[in-house]
């Protein structure tokens, strides 16, 4: 029978990494005599970062004596401890390759039931002085597991570990942690595991996105990045032709783009953008930006909508220097903000020159006779600062479920009510409250980040399910650094010291281009050092976090990713620049 060697507990604290606080709980200790298990707890114990530890599902790490012994002797460590992987009951016992998700166990007073494995977090290797570990915790199939308290009570190192029920479908540990990390993914045993009532819901919300991951066109782990998009159709940037210019409105200009070899250019997914690069900067340097596609997704072309901006230094160069018949430098279309091929009503919410991604959208909703209830929500300053206007008209005119509110915040003496505009001021919660909009919709947004940000919480006060609202930021994405005490944001920049021997890091988002200096371990701590915003968590190539396109380059990877990112993206936490790359170009 199993035993509890050992009972494990500590509060959060901050600590020293690599010029940063880090807050966690991970430094746990030995205690004797008995002590309380609780529905979130165990008495004395805390979490520092909930997002990914602690809480009703995983109450209580365990992990087990036979991995001690196996890391001691893979690592040649002889100073490993109870508590030193972060958990709170070491256990005689108990392997990974033999409990199964649902398996329920009491010790003491308390029972327990496993809820998922141990998620991949680099505060372990803090902990244990080696970085690798979150990929070696994964890849030698020894992560330890979580457990929910199903009856509180006390218990204590020495006591049997009675198992009392099974879990349905019989998955263990090892099994389910390889489901999701490593590659394979076999959908019968997807199927399977999200038959489990006791498997955490982050866990069944990933292994239902890789059930659902078009395997025939998509690649990637879309259980780890919550997306899956085809490849894109071209590495790089290639050179497409200007065929046509036309003002949609006082602002904005749409510039049409063709193969040269007038061959049909690859289809997109309604939505997406594509990357442009334009000798814009000082002496003719490029810079890049991301425009969305506004056109028919089947057409053949692409059409970017750009405004321009008072301070826009490439969106001046667009409007005042390209011309039919120049080239442009163009990546694939790219981005997981797409219409979806559901059957929901769909909302199609913008402001300004937001409209462009949704109008994408509205043009493959007619281009396919969809049947689809339809709702074209729209904000402009005036008829002069409305974009498409007769273009989307026409566009919702074929679809056979359609609804239309547009609204002028200051309409001009000649805007006609009932005709350009539906009525004067802004959309707000009040108003779409009384469009008696549908709750099981899928909605998409583009505009202002604040309209976004505004108009998402308005539709989840609507009703709508906040996981069914898609919004298009194409600013630098908030940073996910978990751990990590905030400090204030800085914009990015060049990192200290001198500068680096290259090749020359660009940075599409953030608007900076810096040169690559060796003293940097990964692409990752580069960014960090530039105060280019950032998400990561595992930083050894399992969790995906920091996965991010690749527009152009190549790169190395310092340590294998446990599995491939999409096809066009790259790991930052392990990789590090070609020594054949000239240039990289990231969408960061």
Same mark, same amino acid.
């Given at each position: ?137 994964? &890849? ?440 054949? &790359? ?7």
């Amino acid at each position: 029978m199993a035993k509890l060697v050992s009972v494990n507990v500590g509060m959060p604290k901050d600590v020293a990494w690599q010029g940063r606080n880090v807050y966690t709980g991970i430094w746990k200790s030995p205690v004797t005599g008995p002590r309380m298990v609780r529905r979130l707890n165990i008495d004395g114990d805390g979490q520092g970062d909930l997002a990914g530890h602690g809480g009703e599902i995983r109450a209580v790490l365990v992990y087990q004596l036979a991995s001690y012994d196996h890391w001691a002797a893979e690592l040649g460590r002889s100073d490993l401890e109870p508590g030193a992987f972060g958990e709170n009951f070491t256990v005689d016992g108990l392997p990974d390759d033999e409990v199964c998700i649902g398996d329920r166990y009491r010790i003491g007073e308390a029972v327990l039931e496993v809820t998922q494995p141990r998620v991949t977090c680099y505060r372990v290797g803090i902990r244990l002085g080696e970085p690798r570990m979150p990929a070696l915790l994964v &890849s030698h199939r020894r992560p330890g597991f979580y457990c929910r308290v199903l009856a509180e009570g006390e218990v204590e190192a020495g006591q049997a570990i009675e198992k009392i029920a099974d879990g349905p479908e019989k998955i263990t540990v090892a099994e389910i942690d390889a489901l999701l990390y490593l590659p394979g993914h076999r959908r019968d045993a997807l199927q399977r595991a999200l038959g489990i009532p006791a498997l955490s819901p982050g866990w069944k919300w990933s292994l239902q996105k890789l059930l659902d991951q078009d395997t025939g066109t998509a690649a990637g782990n879309s259980g780890l990045t919550g997306s899956s998009t085809p490849p894109p159709a071209w590495p790089g940037f290639r050179q497409l032709r200007v065929i046509g210019i036309h003002d949609e409105s006082h602002s904005v200009r749409s510039i049409s783009l063709a193969d040269p070899d007038n061959t049909a250019l690859p289809k997109w997914l309604p939505g997406q953008s594509i990357t442009v690069r334009v000798p814009a900067g000082p002496d003719g340097a490029p810079l890049i930006r991301n425009y969305s596609l506004s056109n028919d997704p089947g057409s053949g072309t692409y059409r970017i909508s750009v405004k321009r901006e008072p301070s826009g230094t490439v969106s001046s160069y667009i409007h005042a220097h390209v011309r039919p018949d120049d080239v442009l430098d163009v990546a694939a279309p790219r981005g997981a903000f797409f219409l979806d091929d559901g059957n929901e009503p769909v909302i199609l919410l913008s402001a300004g020159v937001g409209a462009t991604p949704v109008l994408s959208m509205l043009h493959s909703l007619a281009t396919s006779a969809s049947t689809r209830p339809v709702w074209w929500l729209y904000g402009a300053r005036d008829g002069t600062e409305h974009p498409f206007a007769a273009e989307a008209r026409g566009l919702l005119n074929t679809l056979p479920r359609w609804q239309s509110a547009v609204f002028y915040s200051r309409p001009g003496g000649t805007d006609r009510l009932g005709e350009e505009y539906d009525k004067q001021g802004r959309l707000s919660v009040g108003e779409l409250s009384r469009l008696g909009l549908p709750t099981n919709a899928q909605a998409f947004i583009c505009g202002p980040e604040s309209f976004m940000d505004a108009m998402a919480e308005a539709l989840a006060t609507c009703g709508v399910d906040p996981a069914n609202v898609h919004l298009e930021k194409f600013g630098a994405r908030a940073a996910l650094t978990p751990g990590i005490a905030a400090t204030e944001a800085k914009s990015p920049h060049p990192p200290e010291g001198p500068t680096g021997p290259g090749p020359a890091i660009q940075f599409a988002r953030s608007a900076i281009a810096v040169q690559w200096s060796p003293s940097y371990g990964s692409l990752l701590e580069f960014a960090e050092a530039c105060d280019v915003p950032t998400r990561w968590s595992c930083r050894t190539g399992v969790c995906h976090n920091c996965e991010t396109a690749l527009l152009s380059g190549q790169v190395h990877y310092n340590l294998e990713p446990l599995e491939p990112p999409a096809p066009g993206s790259i790991l930052l936490c392990v990789s590090t620049p070609s020594p054949a &790359s000239e240039t990289l170009v990231l969408d960061l």
